[in-house]
């Protein structure tokens, strides 16, 4: 198999995953809306992370 063979195969396959997925979480989502998340994210409230569960402390 030549390199552009197994360049162009590789990336076909990585499109053809990408198209999956995309096709997954689309049917996942399905008639959901940004509002339905805004409301699912209001009813958990503001409530500090869990041990662990920290971002990370960035140093500038």
Known sequence: MSLN???ASAVAQKVGAMKTAADFL???AG?????D????LDRVGV?????GDEL???KR
């Open 5 to 7: 063979q197994w360049i």
């Open 26 to 28: 689309r049917r996942r």
């Open 31 to 35: 008639n959901a809306s940004g509002d």
């Open 37 to 40: 998340f805004a409301k699912v």
């Open 47 to 51: 409530k500090p992370s869990q041990p």
């Open 56 to 58: 990370p402390f960035e």
